[in-house]
């Protein structure tokens, strides 16, 4: 678990080219994660929905979505990493309760998140 529980921002283009060059990968059906542990410091993440999700306040909505289940998640997160999460298309018609899981699947699967209560 992450000592520190201050979720950051990933914003620097040279971020995300680690990410896709030297990260991993894991995608489900609605969302692909891409991940990276690092040696020390805060969880840094992102979210990107493409235009293809839908309009602008579809896509806004979702990436606010996102943005929270990950950020209630940060604290409990294994080791510091830097997380991309992006959606596709059919994510814009899940609910919450539906994100969460998704979200929670991809980070138990990478090993990333230790699932309480769900044994």
């Known amino acids: 678990m992450c000592a520190r529980s201050r979720l950051r921002s ?3 283009q ?3 080219r680690r990410l ?3 990260g991993q990968r894991r995608a489900g ?3 692909v994660l891409r991940w990276r542990e690092r040696d020390e410091g805060d969880p840094r993440a992102a979210v990107s929905v493409a235009k293809a999700v839908g309009k602008a306040v579809v896509r806004n ?3 606010r979505r996102l943005r929270e289940i990950v950020r209630a998640r940060s604290a409990e997160l294994r080791v510091p990493c830097d997380l991309w ?3 596709k298309a059919s994510a814009a018609d899940l609910t919450f309760g539906e994100l969460e899981q998704q979200v929670e699947r991809l ?3 990478a090993g990333l998140w230790h ?3 769900k044994e």
Do not use: I, N, T, Y
Request: charge should be positive.
């Open 85 to 87: 999460l992006s959606a």
């Open 115 to 117: 699932a309480r209560g």
């Open 20 to 22: 896709r060059e030297g």
């Open 29 to 31: 059906p609605h969302l």
């Open 14 to 16: 040279r971020h995300f």
């Open 10 to 12: 990933l914003r620097l």
């Open 61 to 63: 909505k979702l990436k």
């Open 107 to 109: 980070l138990v699967g």
